[in-house]
Nanobody, 120 residues
Framework: QVQLVESGGGLVQPGGSLRLSCAASGSIFRADDMRWYRQAPGKSRELVAAITRGGTTNYADSVKGRFTISRDNAKNTMYLQMNSLKPEDTAVYYC??????????????WGQGTQVTVSS
């Protein structure tokens, strides 16, 4: 079994920063593409940023220049540095990873989500 656990969410004022982490654990041979999604109340889940195992990144237009995605392959951990936060960034943030399991097989896994609230 594979688990993804997010951490680092919280309440921050507009213009502030937060750093989210997503740690994968369990029967992992290798984690490939990893992604951050978010879902605001009443809205559908949207892709925020993605990173390949080799470090190629992609961002939603709404976060370009403010958010930075990164990863540590040795630790099977992904990060999202969020700067210049805006109230519209308020959402539950989820990590997603494509994982090759020990013993074979590739599946996509989701974390439980972490709440980010941007408010004065």
């Amino acid at each position: 079994q594979v688990q993804l656990v997010e951490s680092g969410g919280g309440l921050v004022q507009p213009g502030g920063s937060l750093r989210l982490s997503c740690a994968a654990s369990g029967s992992i041979f290798r984690a490939d593409d990893m992604r951050w999604y978010r879902q605001a109340p009443g809205k559908s889940r949207e892709l925020v940023a993605a990173i390949t195992r080799g470090g190629t990144t992609n961002y939603a237009d709404s976060v370009k220049g403010r958010f930075t995605i990164s990863r540590d392959n040795a630790k099977n951990t992904m990060y999202l540095q969020m700067n210049s936060l805006k109230p519209e960034d308020t959402a539950v943030y989820y990590c997603n990873a494509e994982v090759w399991r020990l013993g074979g097989g590739l599946s996509a896994y989701w974390g439980q989500g972490t709440q980010v609230t941007v408010s004065s």
